[in-house]
Structure formats: structure tokens, C-alpha cells
């Protein structure tokens, strides 16, 4: 069982940063390859950023890439999603998610909010 908090999450003017961490459970959070996904409201939850359990891979969403890096600690435990440049389309719940084989686990999520 792994359990994921996600934090970080805020409101910022069109342009800022924030920085979202996913501090997860368990001592295998290593074998786990993880992503962070949005909603915003009304619309369906999407895809954002994903990294391999090695770190040595990641992908983006088109409509984030240049302006979003997804990186991991093993260490602490902790994948965090660096969100610069951020635009009022950005405006989401932020989750965070955990996917190892048939174990599918999510955080709770994380308000961003973006002003124009």
C-alpha cells in the first residue's frame, strides 16, 4: 500500500511558479513509476507530467512541456512537479498518482489556481 499527500499548491498571478511535492508511504516507493494529473472544473481528469521509477524518463503533456519539469527523490521519498510559466489554463486540482503493475494509487490533490 502506498499512500501519497501532495502539496505545494496556491494561488499565483499568470507568468509565477509554484513547486508541487507528492510525499509518499512505504519503503517501495522506488518500484513505483509516478504522475501528476489535473482537473479542472468541469472537464475530465488529464494527464500532466509522468517519470520512469528509474527517473531516467519523463513525458509531458503538449501543452506543458518547456514549462513544466516532473523529477523524483528517492531519498525523501518524494516526486515533485515544477510548474513555471504557469497561464490561467493551468488553473486545476493537481493529483498526484503511483502506478506499479495492477497497483494504482492516488493523492488526494492540490488546488493551483492562476490568475490572469
Known amino acids: 500500500q502506498v499512500q501519497l499527500v501532495e502539496s505545494g499548491g496556491g494561488s499565483v498571478q499568470a507568468g509565477g511558479s509554484l513547486r508541487l511535492s507528492c510525499a509518499a508511504s512505504?519503503?517501495?516507493?522506488?518500484?513505483?513509476?509516478m504522475g501528476w494529473f489535473r482537473q479542472a472544473p468541469g472537464k475530465e481528469r488529464e494527464f500532466v507530467a509522468a517519470?520512469?521509477?528509474?527517473?531516467?524518463?519523463?513525458y509531458y503533456t503538449d501543452s506543458v512541456k518547456g514549462r513544466f519539469t516532473i523529477s523524483r527523490d528517492v531519498a525523501k521519498n518524494t516526486v515533485y512537479l515544477q510548474m513555471n510559466g504557469l497561464k490561467p489554463e493551468d488553473t486545476a486540482i493537481y493529483y498526484c498518482?503511483?502506478?506499479?503493475?495492477?497497483?494504482?494509487?492516488w493523492g488526494q490533490g492540490t488546488q493551483v489556481t492562476v490568475s490572469s
Open positions: 498518482r503511483a502506478v506499479r503493475f495492477d497497483q494504482d494509487f
Open positions: 512505504g519503503r517501495t516507493f522506488y518500484k513505483y513509476a
Open positions: 517519470i520512469r521509477r528509474s527517473g531516467g524518463s519523463t
